[in-house]
């Protein structure tokens, strides 16, 4: 017998249906709430609301632990390869060797942009940062792919837009950053893997190969892995929303870029690195900074920590920070902002100010440590987060359009002016 719940409203008691998730999580389900009672529920930030029923990723913010369609991300991130992962988030499944053959070798049919494409980013100035010239770049794509405006396009259609999407992001996340540098673009090459071809396009030269290191390409996999999906934050809701109004997928991406670049979210990669460099600049006084985050009328955060789910750690925070001494000490790298963000941690995890309000590093913490010492810019980890989110984007689209998920509209109360009188100009 499922549970109800009993609400009373002006003297009168309704009974509202509870519904029960795989993992035991519950949710009482006001779908039909106004329509019974006249109220509507309100919940800034979507605190304590579910947006939708989900197959794709289950997380325990208390427990701290995040299963991509029921594989755990500790297993995910040691076994196995991104393109598996995106497999798995996108279709469900794990692919079999058949299956993850096609998936690659479809995708690498696809990494190429139009040539036309490259006189966009000739108008970026230099300075451009790499998190615009992508959105802007990936909502281009559905010019060039008017097919893809189609809403009602077959299944067929929608995979080769899906195929498009995971080829030919990373090329144009690429060459955002060789356009920053004024470098000459580098080509995708059908023989390296999508961590490998990346890495080329980054950092290979006209005048010489890159030297693809096992080591930096394994570390890439781990952090693209990590970052793949992570249910309804702020872009995926983003990307679910554009995308209930029936969108293209490319726009609908394009806003998930777009919200992922907030400081609060994916941004905070790159501002945990400018923080750290900040107080190793500043002589490494790690109390003096914790104590400006402490206080309220200092405008200082301490970025990568904190987390609106995760109230006891973040499982991926934990993987990077092992891979940090791992791959750090694999490349003979010594950063001093390693020691400077285990010092940060561990003062802060001692203070009752965080300790009271469940702060922890979240996945933005350590990142930047490992994208730096694989050679990553700083204004690029951001497109790292995005490249690592893209499959989990493509997946949460994917299950809101195969599920006719209605249009999304939130209602609101209103606490403006009540009705009143036109006052003519010359009376005002
Ligand atoms: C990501 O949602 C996801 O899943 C996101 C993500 C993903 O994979 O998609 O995990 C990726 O976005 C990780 C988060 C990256 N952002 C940062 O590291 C920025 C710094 N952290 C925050 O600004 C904050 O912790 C959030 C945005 C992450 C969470 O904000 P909440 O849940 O709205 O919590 P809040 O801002 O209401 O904070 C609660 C209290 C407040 O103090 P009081 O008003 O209760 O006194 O904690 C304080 C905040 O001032 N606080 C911090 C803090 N984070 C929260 N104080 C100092 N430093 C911080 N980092």
């Known amino acids: 017998m499922s549970e109800i719940a009993k609400i009373e409203l002006d003297g009168k008691v309704y009974e509202l249906p509870v519904i029960e998730g795989s993992e035991n999580e519950k949710a009482i389900d006001i779908s039909k709430l106004r329509e019974l009672t006249g109220y509507i529920t309100i919940d800034t930030g979507y605190k304590n609301t579910g947006a939708t029923k989900s197959s794709i990723t289950f997380l325990d913010g208390e427990l701290g632990i995040l299963h991509y369609r029921g594989y755990s991300i500790e297993q995910l991130a040691e076994k196995a390869s991104f393109p598996e992962v995106a497999h798995l988030l996108i279709y469900g499944e794990l692919p079999n060797q058949t299956e993850l053959n096609d998936f690659e070798s479809s995708i690498k049919k696809h990494t190429l942009v139009h040539e036309d494409m490259k006189q966009f980013f000739e108008a970026y100035p230099a300075q451009a940062h790499p998190m615009g010239v992508l959105s802007s770049m990936i909502s281009s794509l559905a010019t060039f792919y008017p097919e893809s405006l189609d809403p009602n396009r077959s299944t067929e259609a929608k995979n080769l837009t899906v195929h498009r999407l995971l080829a030919k992001l990373p090329t144009l996340a690429a060459w955002a950053y060789k356009n ?66 029936q969108a293209n997928l490319y726009s609908t991406v394009s806003a998930g870029i777009s919200a992922l670049w907030g400081p609060l979210h994916g941004g905070a990669n790159q501002e945990v690195i400018e923080m750290l460099e900040q107080i190793h600049n500043d002589g490494g006084n790690v109390d003096k900074w914790v104590l400006k985050a402490k206080d309220k009328e200092d405008p200082f955060r301490l970025m990568g920590f904190g987390h609106r789910v995760y109230k006891n750690f973040d499982p991926r925070a934990n993987i990077i920070k092992k891979a940090c001494d791992d791959v750090l000490q694999k ?12 010092k940060l941690e561990k003062v802060a995890l001692e203070d009752e100010y965080f300790k009271s309000r469940n702060l922890y590093p979240n996945v933005d913490f350590y990142s930047g440590i490992i994208y730096k010492a694989i050679g990553i810019p700083t204004e690029m980890f951001t497109v790292m987060f995005a490249l690592g989110r893209l499959p989990g984007w493509i997946a949460q689209w994917k299950e809101m359009t195969e599920n006719k998920e209605p249009i999304g509209r939130p209602r609101q109360v209103y606490i403006g002016k009540t009705s009143r009188e036109y006052v003519p100009l010359s009376k005002r």
């Open 331 to 342: 490349l003979g790298v010594n950063d001093p902002l390693l020691a400077i963000a285990k």
């Open 180 to 245: 920053s540098m004024r470098h000459k673009f580098m080509y995708p090459r059908n023989n390296y893997n999508y961590c490998e071809n990346f890495l080329h396009m980054m950092f290979a030269m006209p005048t010489e190969d890159y030297h693809v290191d096992p080591i930096i390409v394994s570390a890439l996999n781990k952090l693209l892995i990590l970052h793949a999906d992570h249910e309804q934050n702020c872009s995926t809701s983003t990307v679910r929303i554009v995308g209930s109004s």
